[in-house]
């Protein structure tokens, strides 16, 4: 091996020794530069380390200037979980039954129609609601749609109406239809109570209720169902919808409208996801009395409008209410 190769070797020995040796040299450096950087970033972004963020996580109590409830709490991971339930399955099968439900009514009546009358109107009519009950009705309809509403905007206007409002005029509609939600709210909680001690009475179990269920109705065949003041369909619509979910729905609802009770954000996150479940099912229900309130059942409306009904309507869809107020029964009429 010649010299001039021996020589060239012994150089590059000797640089790749002093590059370990500033290696070495440098690590000390190296780890006092991630102190200081460690310092520095102290200085610059306070508490931003991951070790301190990890334990704030951890939703372990631990001392913050947090004032109320979850003093000990600075962050509460469970809101990750919430987001994904509410954004997630909640928007999800709840925006597919809202749209399966509605197309199932239209399939409906495209191909049964509505509900006819078969007697001719006799000319005489019957009082089937008074004022007071017609008030109820027409005060809980009418906040219960603006509720459902503002309500449906606030779940799914960023799918829904951000493309086509854009999200400036989505944030001014969602703003007025949160707080015409969140006064409206109690109202509709009063005008269900009215409703429910308005019509309780007459929706309790009867016996020609078991003949209604066998029967559907008469809603696939279009045979006469004799009932009583309601039928089993508008029984279930009271006491599924009107009582049961519009209870869970006004209760979850006083907990997020009034929060000022020491609710913890677990608390208001169950009642949101309580509220929304129960509202989604509510809406969903509603529809099919909606339909049969409006076009599914011919002279329906009438009857809540004017509170009076022609004789032949009554002895058609509520025969034993028809003979019990007719007979001068107590309680009919
Ligand atoms: C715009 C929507 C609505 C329309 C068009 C409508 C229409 C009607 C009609 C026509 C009736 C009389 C049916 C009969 O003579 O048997 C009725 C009864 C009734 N409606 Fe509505 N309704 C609507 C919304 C609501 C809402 C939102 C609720 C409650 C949250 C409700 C609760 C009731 C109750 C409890 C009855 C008496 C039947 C029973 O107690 O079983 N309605 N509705």
């Avoid at 015409?180 to 209720?209: K, S």
């Avoid at 009904?309 to 002895?315: F, I, N």
Wanted: glycine residues 10%; aromatic residues 12%.
């Amino acid at each position: 091996m010649t010299m001039l190769l021996r020589r060239r070797a012994g150089g590059a020995l000797l640089l790749l020794l002093a590059a370990w040796l500033l290696a070495f040299a440098g690590a000390p450096a190296l780890a006092q530069s991630a102190a200081e950087e460690q310092v520095q970033r102290q200085q610059t972004q306070p508490l931003n380390n991951a070790p301190v963020w990890r334990e704030v996580r951890s939703g372990e109590p631990a001392f913050t200037t947090v004032r109320g409830p979850e003093t000990e709490v600075l962050i509460q991971s469970q809101g990750n979980t919430w987001r994904t339930v509410r954004n997630g399955p909640i928007t999800f099968y709840g925006g597919i039954l809202l749209l399966v439900v509605p197309t199932a009514i239209a399939l409906f009546f495209l191909v049964k129609g509505a509900l006819k009358v078969h007697g001719t109107p006799t000319g005489r009519s019957m009082q089937r609601f008074s004022a007071f009950e017609r008030f109820v009705h027409w005060g809980t309809a009418i906040t219960f749609v603006v509720l459902a509403v503002t309500g449906l905007a606030i779940l799914f206007g960023r799918h829904v109406l951000a493309p086509v409002f854009g999200n400036d005029f989505l944030a001014v509609l969602l703003l007025a239809g949160k707080n015409v939600h969140n006064y409206l709210g109690p109202v509709f909680i009063v005008f269900t109570l009215l409703m429910i001690v308005a019509f309780a009475r007459d929706n309790i179990w009867q016996a020609c209720d078991a003949l209604w269920i066998r029967k559907a109705g008469g809603l696939a065949t279009g045979e006469h169902v004799p009932s009583g003041r309601f039928n089993f369909g508008e029984k279930s619509w009271f006491w599924i919808g009107v009582t049961f979910l519009g209870l869970v729905v006004a209760a979850s609802g006083l907990v997020m409208d009034f929060p000022n009770f020491g609710q913890t954000r677990a608390t208001m996150q169950w009642a949101n996801v309580i509220h929304a479940t129960a509202s989604i099912l509510f809406i969903a229900l509603s529809l099919g009395h909606i339909y049969m309130g409006t076009i599914g059942v011919e002279g329906a409306y009438q009857s809540m409008k004017t509170g009076v009904v022609d004789e032949s309507w009554a002895k058609e869809h509520h025969e034993f209410w028809y003979n019990d107020v007719k007979t001068g029964k107590p309680g009919n009429g």
